[in-house]
């Protein structure tokens, strides 16, 4: 591994580091259940929503981190980077709205 790739991996390393600590903060601040309650939404349901939100969040930050780190060691080839996120983009989003929607149904 070169040194350009290693000082990208240890970008990688940071941005997921960050990445972490801004979760966690949201979840010390409780800022998606109060977001929520704002709006309307029952304390319990919105709690609920605010759970599964973060740890969607934790999950989705360590799938894009292995996914970049494949790119930078050169696992992948840029196109292949590309299709791959695309694909994984699609899917996060999708569970994003998934959960949302199951919880508010539930809560209607």
């Known amino acids: 591994m070169n040194i350009l790739r290693r000082v990208a991996h240890a970008v990688l390393d940071l941005e997921k580091m960050r990445c972490e600590k801004t979760v966690n903060v949201f979840r010390k601040i409780g800022l998606y259940r109060r977001l929520l309650e704002s709006t309307g939404t029952e304390p319990k349901v919105a709690a609920e929503i605010e759970s599964q939100m973060l740890s969607i969040m934790e999950e989705g930050i360590l799938e894009q981190h292995m996914l970049c780190s494949r790119f930078v060691r050169g ?28 919880a508010f149904r539930y809560a209607a």
């Open 75 to 102: 696992e992948l080839a840029f196109i292949e980077f590309v299709q791959e996120w695309k694909v994984w983009y699609g899917e996060y989003a999708a569970w994003c709205d998934r959960v949302s929607l199951d």
